[in-house]
Structures are given as C-alpha cells and as structure tokens.
C-alpha cells in the first residue's frame, strides 16, 4: 500500500496545518505548466513541476521536516532528528531529476539533451542553477551534472521514493516521459536557435548561450510554481492579493491613456512635434512582434508615446504584460507617478495596474501585496531598474530567476539603452534576440542616442533588428526639427581650470537667465559650487547622489519653480540630471564626457523650444581637478567624443551640421565599441573563477573549462550541455560596485522614519515605514560605507536587519547630503 496520505510537503507555521506532498507536486505541476506553456513547453513545464520534490518521500525527509516543524516530538518520538543539524543536508532534489536523466539518457539522439535540460532545472530547484562544468578557483574542473546524475541512491532515495510515490503520479510522469513531445518540443526549440545564430552551429557561442538561457527560463517557470503555491498554502489570505494574470483589460487601460492624451493641448511649437512622435508610436503598435528601436531625441516625450505603442500592441498581439526596463530609480519614481496617476485614476485600486520594483533597503521594504506582486512580476505593467533586469537574466539564487517567465509575451520597453553596461553587451544581446525569438517578446530600444548594439560582433552576441524597424519615419528630419541648441566645444590644451569654468557659469547664467554645469564627479560638483557661491549673488544649487532622492526632489522643485518664473538660476550637478529629469534652462556647460551623455545635457537646455537656440558648452577640465582613471567608461568615452568632436570641426557638413545628431553618434560608437571590444563579453580574473575568462563563455560553450577538463582525463566530458550557471551567476554584478542604502536625517520626515523604526519591535516587517525611507536613503559605496560602520556614524537599526541609519545628523548637510566630514552641532538619532 502506498503511503502517500502521510507523506508531507510543508507544515503551516500558525496552526500545524498540513499540505500533502502528492497536492504539492499536483499544484506545482499545474503552474509550471501554464508557465511554460508561454514558450511552447507545457508538457516538459508540467513533468519537472510533478517530479521536482519526488525525494521528498523518503523516510529521512519525512522524519526531518516532521522534526523541525514540531510532527514528532523529542522526548517522546523515536524517530526524532536533530533538524538544526540537517538543515540543508536531506537530499529531495536530486531523485526527481535522477529518475528524468536515466529514463531519457538511454534513449539515444536527442532524448539526453533533454535529459540533462529537465535533470538541471529539477536538481536546482533550491540551490539556483548549478554547474554542469565546475569552474571554481580552489579545485580543478569537474562534470559536477554527471556526478549528481550518479550520486548514491542511499542519499538521493530515488528507488525509496519511487516505492513511496503516489501511483497517480509516478502513471503521471511515465507517462509524460513516454509523450513523443517531450523530446521534439525541446528538439524544435533547439533547431529554431541554431538556423537563427549567425555560425548556425550548435556548439557556437551565441546558440550555446540561447540554450542556456532555454534553460533558465525553464527553470523560471518551476521556481515560481513551487514558490507560489508554497507561499498560498502557508497563507491562504495572501494568496487572495495575488493577480494570477486576472488584469484590467488593456482596452481600458487604452482608453485611460488616451482620454488623457486628449487633455494635453499644445502650449509650444515642440508640442506638436511631441503630438507627431506619439502618433508614429500609435501607428507602429499595429505592426508585428519583433525588436524596435524609438529613437527621439530628448524632451520628444518618449514616456507616454512609448505606453501608447506598449498598450496598443499588447492589446493587438494577445501579449500578458509591459515591463519598462529604465537605469535609474529616480526616473522609475518620476515615469511610474506619471503613468499610475493615469492608469489607476480614482475608483481603480491602487497597484492593481502600475507595479514599481527597484532594489530596496530589504527585501521585504515594501507593503505586503507590492511584495508579493514583485516577486514575479504579477501586474500588466511594471517599472523595473535595468539592474533588477539583469539580475532576472543572470543573477544568482532563485529569486531574479523566478521572474523571467514573465519577460515572455511581454512588450519590454528599455529607456535610455544607451546606459548599458559595457560589459553586459554581447549576453544582454543574445538574452533580447532569445526573449524576442524564443518567447515571442517584442523589445523596444528608446534613447536620443542609439548605441549601435547590431553592429558588434556577431559571433558573440548582436542584437538583431530587421531593417525598417525604427518607429520613427525619418529619424534625421525629427532631429532637424528638434533641434533647439548650439553644441560650442571649448577644448583648451591642459585644461580649463575650476576657476576659469566657474566665471564661463556665472556669465551664461547672466546672459541666458540660467546656466546648468553637469561634472563628471562628486568632487567636482562640490568645489564648482563653492566656487560659484563665492562669485555671484545669483543663487547657486548643488546636486548629487550624496543627497537622498527627498532632497534631490525638493531642490529641483525649486529649481524648477525659479526657471518658470525666469528668475536667474545656477545649479552645479552630477550626471545624475541628464536621464530623465524635465528642467529647462537657458544654457549648460558639461564637462567632456561620452557623446550620449553631451546629448543628454543639451535635452536640459532650450527643452521647450524657445525661438533662440540655447548653448551648451563643452569644456574639459584639467585632468588633476577630476581623476577618471578609476572611471573608464567616461575616461574612454571622453577621449572618443573629443576625436567626434574635433572631426566636426574640419566637416561639419559631414554630420549634417549637427555635433550630437545621428551621424556623429554613430561614429561615436563606432569608435566607443571598438576601442571596448574586448570589454563587452564581461572579463573575469584568475581571483574569481580561477582562470581568466568571461562571463559570456561560461554561459555558452564554456571552452576553458572544457578543454582543462580534457586535459586532466584524457577525453572531453561526455555532456552537451557543459555551461558553468552558477559560477557564472556568483561572478556577476549588474553594477561594478554595489552600493547599500543608508537612512539619513534629512528634514524633521527622515528623522522621525528613522525614529519610529528603531522604536518598532520588528523593524524590517514595517513595509510601509519602510518604502518611505527609500525616499530618505542613501546608496554608499563599500569602501565609504566600511569607514562609517566602523567609526559608528552609520548603525543598523536593530542587529541582524541588515536595515542601516546614519546616527549622526552633522554628517548629512542640506548643502552636499551625506559626508565623511562632520559639520555643525551634534545630534544623536536612536540613542
């Protein structure tokens, strides 16, 4: 007799309540398959969904869970274990994937392949996907999928939990291993990837890399079938906020949009220009699915003429949701307030349209229902940070990876592309042509400054745009008309001095009415503010990352408030104005930098069109007043830009008399991308993996590893699949250096936050205490960070929150934000 009635999947915490594992499986089996339904898997969806805890019948998980969750009793059980000291040690994940591997292995052809496709998704289930090839600096390389594949019944209890299993759902899974569609939808998958890589050889880079990520997003719809309906037993009231895809049709989201567009009347000449490009994107959402780029330079209005685009072909294609995919958190704050204030006007229910995700504080800094939507993903239309993107991709664990089912059938909408990181290009290359080819995904590129991303090499990974697929009609002809400054290049050999820049600032912003100088560093904003300060009585702001976004808001309200009313204005910042912020001043001055970022600059001069053409000033500093050599992307972005610049000087007909128009940015990148070539498929050092390599090559062929493998048993592993997936996901940051957010005291708001958490008991469950501090924080950089904790400036809130505070308010200032240097009276928070 099977034993499948005492045969336990999770325990519910609050009241004992008991889920059995034969509904576990069931329920998981049934969501993994309408997941990957989406990409035309939904049998092998269903099949890693029913075995993926098949382990779990054993005798030894059942007296360890019974353990831990109070089942049996210690002084009384016999069979009671000490649970703390198996935690993570009982083997469930290996015997589903164990009885996959064998019963297709056998098979011959391509049968093995999928094998090992299904095996690694079930094996991983806990861990994030593990190494089919080791590369790990401390050993030497090994086939670690075979040696699970081959690991001793005694620990997996594969024969015990075939013994145990309900038979329902061992006919189940025979059964679906036994479906010829197993095999050829995997094979038909596979076969579309090759004919579509540019070797169109299976062993290539690019196709290896478009298996993986097959994989992955396999992976995806097992891990967010499991996690949900875990999460749904263990509490049944949370799973009544869910979704589940039951969304407001988009014909009335649609027609939200446009009741607001109707409302926007022209108040400048540029707004009919804007009503033009809002058109074309209206037009464009009738064409089929694929790649698109938008190119519109700055101030053309791209965010609501992008949602038009978005919804319409949502609605067109039967598609499941958008995703805008945007660099910074202060734009996705900016252009989700836009958007949710008209997709969820009065009488919608707040967040049941627009889902905001962004790297928070904690995990769980967000109220319950926000945190169960974001983590997978489950709204019509998300605003999420270009690194929350990349994580989904390529990050490691489980929880980015449960995500990327939903970047299937999806518009995906990437603003400012042109911030890519460098060393993502090639892997974010070959993740757009898969999401596109594979998911049936349509991706739009939108930027005033297109990077060329289909002109890299091949090989390694360019994204495939077919011709005609640019949304706007005549790209050069809406650059001409919105066209609304004068680009003055003022290179001096050695340099401008600061002081020479501060007295070009104070007289632009006498002449013009207001002056914008945008630097490249912190460093340098402080002191060209100071300076400025010094010499005119005009008012002078400062902006930077050191201030939290509540102060950044409250200094361009009133930046902003002073440019409507022309009121003389300078303001010294950081780059961190040129992407999306709307300000308009009369002229700017930037420091030498890449050609995207000059471009972004001029989007804050002349926005609105004024009859006058405002100038932008190109100035470079001398090199011992701002120290790149710890930034190459400015330092070589810089040098190109300056080679651009200095041909349109001899030929500006050659660029169509404009520094910052297509021509001269394709040139740009041109030069950019070759000089970062070797750059772009992400490097990795001896320290991290044990060899030089790349990121790129673990995710794809993985010829380093492979050979080494070679070379220490005299034949190549005898697996097809030979990627390193987790050594490759711990390998890789989104950002080079990753900052954490500090809770500072800016104004009586950021004091009395930081207040109440420190009062609270359990300060990290206080989501919405604790998405208003995000308003309030400040992201520091590890070495920065480091010198605080240890001088006790910055403190956790409560131990063991990882939630962190400065605790000493002289060290935030209301000129410069959060410092290392003291200033003022000392006042001590949570004390």
Known sequence: ??????????????????????????????????????????????????????????????????????????????????????????????????????????????????????????????????????????????????????????????????????????????????????????????????????????????????????????????????????????????????????????????????KHLETLQPRHSIDHLRQDISRHCLEGAERGKGTYTLSVPTGGGKTLASLRFALRHAQKHKMDRVIYVIPFTSIIDQNAEVVRGILEPAGVEPGSVVLEHHSNLTPEAQTWRGKILSENWDAPVIYTTSVQFLETLFGAGTRGARRMHQLANAVLIFDEIQTLPVNCVHMFNNAINFLVEQCGSTVVLCTATQPLLDKVDAKKGAIRIPDGNELMPDVKKLFDDLKRVEVIHHHKPGGWGMEEVT?????????????????????????????????????????????????????????????????????????????????????????????????????????????????????????????????????????????????????????????????????????????????????????????????????????LATDAYGRAHDIAPNIYLRQSFMAAAKAFKAIDTPTQGVIVPYSQTGADIITNLCAAYLPDKEFNLLRRAQQFSVNVFPQVLERLLKARIVQEIQEGTGILFLADSRYYSDEFGLSETPEGKMEVLCG
């Open 503 to 703: 007295c070009l600032a104070v007289e632009e912003a006498g002449r013009a009415g207001s002056c914008l100088v945008i630097v490249n560093t912190k460093n340098s904003a402080q002191t060209l503010y100071q300076l400025c300060k010094a010499q005119t009585s005009i008012p002078v702001y400062h902006l930077s990352t050191n201030m939290c976004p509540a102060h950044r808001k409250s200094i361009l309200a009133e930046v902003r408030g002073r440019l409507e009313r022309r009121e003389p204005t300078l303001c010294v910042s950081t780059q961190l104005i040129e992407a999306g912020v709307d300000v308009d001043f009369g002229a700017v001055i930037r420091f030498t930098a890449g050609l995207d970022s000059i471009a972004q600059a001029a989007g804050r001069c002349n926005r609105n069109g004024r009859p006058e053409p405002g100038h932008v000033h190109v100035v470079n500093p001398r090199p011992e007043d701002e120290r790149l050599d710890r930034l190459p992307d400015i330092q070589i972005g810089k040098e190109k830009a300056e080679w651009v610049l200095a041909d349109y000087a001899e030929s500006p007909e050659r660029f169509a008399d404009s520094p910052i128009g297509p021509e001269a940015m394709r040139l740009y990148y041109e030069r950019y991308f070759f000089a970062r070539a070797t750059t772009m498929d992400y490097p990795l050092g001896a320290s991290q993996i044990g060899r030089s390599d790349t990121l790129l090559n673990l995710l794809s062929s993985n010829s």
């Open 1 to 258: 007799m099977k034993t499948t009635d005492q045969a336990i999947a999770h325990v519910r915490e609050k009241d004992r309540g008991i889920q059995s594992l034969a509904d576990h499986l069931i329920g998981v089996s049934f969501l993994s398959r309408c997941h990957a339904g989406k990409i035309g898997l939904s049998l092998q969806g269903e099949l890693i969904g029913l075995l993926h805890d098949l382990g779990k019948y054993s005798q030894e998980f059942q007296t360890y869970l019974q353990s831990a969750t109070g089942l049996l009793n210690p002084d009384d059980d016999e069979d009671f274990v000490d649970s703390q000291g198996l935690k993570g040690k009982v083997d469930h994940s290996s015997a589903g994937a164990q009885l996959v591997w064998q019963t297709l292995a056998k098979q011959g052809q391509l049968a093995p392949i999928v094998g090992q496709i299904l095996g690694l998704c079930i094996a991983s289930h806990h861990s994030g996907l593990i190494d089919c090839l080791t590369s790990d600096p401390s050993r030497s390389v090994e086939d670690s999928f075979t040696k699970r594949m081959n690991k001793m019944d005694v620990r997996t209890h594969l024969a015990e939990a075939i013994d145990k299993v309900d038979e329902a759902i061992l006919a189940s899974a025979r059964d679906l291993l036994a479906q010829p569609e197993l095999i050829q939808g995997i094979q038909s998958r596979i076969r579309e990837i090759v004919l579509a890589s540019p070797e169109k050889n299976d062993k290539s880079i690019v196709a290896q890399q478009h298996i993986g990520l097959l994989v992955r997003m396999l992976f995806s719809c097992l891990i967010d079938a499991d996690r949900i309906d875990t999460a749904d037993f263990e509490s049944p009231k949370f799973a009544e906020q869910r979704l589940r895809g039951e969304y407001a049709p988009w014909a009335s989201l649609i027609g939200r949009l446009e």
